[in-house]
């Protein structure tokens, strides 16, 4: 039985946006709990939130490898969103997808350590830094495999299509005997 708003999430893309939207809104609450909120309801809520976006992120980062390994058209959040396309990835490596995710990690992860060092006390904010510088680096690499992944597949892909043009045009002869 295929139901309507379930099919909708079929598209990778589209659950891919839904995904981004949980955590842009998990993570602003994190940080609005964690800034207004006082006491221990908002030290337990900022902390719930947080570790929330980034069980989604690292999720997400992972579903995204997957889905990139196994030859799918995703080109990122933002392509998704604008039904732009980057060309760029078909000469190499997808240095602006690349770029941006960093640029993201970056700002989060800047915004989610300013934040717990305003919320949490000394020891629980130290362990805070090594939680979040964690789930930066695991985020960055994986989006450096899923550029690489993409270029190498867009490589293999070019190979083969030269090959089977070679094939046609000299007749299926590998040796010129």
Do not use: C
Not at 110 to 137: D, E, H, K, R
């Amino acid at each position: 039985m295929k139901l309507a708003h379930v099919s909708f999430l079929e598209d990778f893309g589209t659950r891919s946006v839904a995904v981004h939207a949980l955590m842009v809104l998990a993570f602003a609450n994190a940080v609005l709990a964690g800034l207004f909120l006082t006491g221990q309801v908002g030290l337990v809520s900022f902390v719930a939130l947080l570790n929330f976006t980034a069980g989604l992120w690292v999720a997400h980062s992972v579903h995204s490898l997957g889905h990139e390994a196994a030859g799918g058209e995703y080109e990122g959040v933002l392509n998704e969103l604008l039904g732009g396309s980057t060309d760029e990835a078909v000469d190499g490596f997808n240095t602006g997808r690349f770029g941006r995710l960093l640029a993201l990690v970056a700002a989060v992860t800047a915004i989610a350590l300013l934040t717990s060092a305003q919320v949490l006390p000394g020891a629980v904010f130290q362990i805070a830094v090594v939680a979040v510088g964690s789930i930066a680096v695991v985020t960055a690499i994986i989006g450096f495999l899923i550029a690489l992944g993409a270029s190498y597949d867009e490589s293999q892909r070019q190979t083969v299509e030269r090959i089977e043009r070679n094939a046609e045009t000299d007749g299926g002869n590998i040796d010129d005997e």
